[in-house]
């Protein structure tokens, strides 16, 4: 059912009221440095269960929990696991930040079952943003966030994406401003005897292999599940089919079968044949076609900021030109090397660019 979604700011008494909401069991997008969040008690199934409903969220596909402070993360953990001191290493050195611990979970953990998907496994993270720490601070809980879009969809980088993803299916947004990172966090899996690589983020395998070294290092993940697979989900972004614009997106050199006028996802300074000029960030070409380039000096960091908002806005001026498909650069030209941020960007648009099923879950 529709209801009136206010817009928040980040001051002090904006926050009380978003943290009066979370406290009541209502669903409130939070800013963080990564994508916007769609928040929701993380103690209560029924606070949580709505999040599921808004997003069109498959049921098991857990959610991350989000603390003010790694004390409060880790004590729902449990006291003893054979990864605890690396978690604890991994927290000092990485939170506040775009890092998530799947850990065992605690015998007396307060985060519900349904944010954990049942599983005996919690996903955990402490945000950046100083605001959004206050607010975790102010509600008293953990909060589970995904992102706060529909399930499958591009995630928002602003509180003008969330509006547009969610408008009416959540009681507030809090406008922290533009996500800065603009790629989901990282997850790693500490459930095991060794640490487990779920999903690449901004803070990338080199990044966490010196502290994983001494534990057997850091494995890199199996294939991921179907988006029609029912089996276990260890954590978020698992999908095959996920981060999707509403247009297809082929990938390089893939022929369109189509014949169709194409949008153009681009990188670094380097064009096709035939593409004709495409000078600065964005833009509609002399064939018509909307470009937008995710970096043209082919900055890695640069590009997973620029991800989502390129597609976003080519999803919409492709519609609107009348583009029948999304063409993404090739993933050996995103991540040649098959590590650092170029893996994230080629996860990223590989599910983008994967088959997608019929039902509103599977998106």
């Not at 057997?216 to 199996?222: K, Q, S, Y």
């Not at 590590?339 to 590989?350: I, K, Y």
């Amino acid at each position: 059912m529709s209801q009136q979604t206010r817009l928040l700011q980040t001051d002090n008494a904006s926050l009380h009221v978003a943290a009066a909401l979370l406290q009541a069991g209502q669903l409130v997008a939070i800013p963080t440095e990564t994508v916007y969040g769609l928040g929701a008690d993380a103690t209560s199934d029924q606070a949580c269960a709505g999040i599921y409903t808004a997003k069109g969220r498959p049921s098991h596909n857990p959610l991350i929990s989000h603390f003010p402070h790694a004390t409060a993360a880790l004590a729902e953990a449990r006291d003893h696991f054979p990864l605890r001191r690396l978690a604890e290493q991994l927290a000092r050195q990485f939170w506040p930040g775009p890092l998530t611990m799947v850990v065992p979970r605690h015998p007396q953990s307060n985060i519900c079952q349904r944010a954990s998907a049942g599983l005996p496994t919690i996903a955990v993270r402490v945000p950046a943003p100083p605001a959004t720490r206050q607010l975790l601070a102010l509600v008293g809980r953990p909060i589970a966030a995904p992102s706060a879009n529909r399930s499958g969809r591009i995630s928002p980088l602003c509180a003008q994406d969330v509006q547009a993803e969610l408008q009416g299916r959540l009681a507030a947004i809090v406008d922290g401003g533009p996500a800065p990172v603009g790629v989901e966090s990282t997850i790693i899996d500490l459930s095991g005897d060794h640490p487990l690589l779920l999903r690449p983020g901004f803070i990338t395998p080199a990044d966490l292999e010196e502290a994983c070294a001494t534990y057997g290092g850091l494995a890199h993940p199996a294939p991921a599940a179907s988006a029609s697979d029912k089996g276990t989900l260890t954590a978020p972004g698992q999908l095959t089919s996920h981060y999707a614009p509403t247009l297809p997106v082929v990938l390089g050199g893939q022929v369109n079968l189509q014949g169709t006028l194409e949008a153009l996802l681009l990188f670094g300074p380097d064009e096709p044949d035939g593409l004709g000029v495409h000078a600065g960030l964005q833009g509609v070409d002399q064939q018509g076609r909307p470009w937008w380039n995710l970096s043209p000096k082919a900055d890695r960091a640069q590009a997973c900021s620029r991800l989502y908002a390129g597609l976003r806005w080519l999803d919409v001026e492709g519609r609107r030109l009348g583009c029948g498909l999304m063409r993404a650069p090739a993933l050996n030209v995103l991540d040649p090397d098959k590590t650092g941020l170029g893996l994230v960007l080629a996860d990223r648009l590989r599910r983008a660019a994967a088959p997608r099923g019929t039902t509103p879950t599977s998106r």
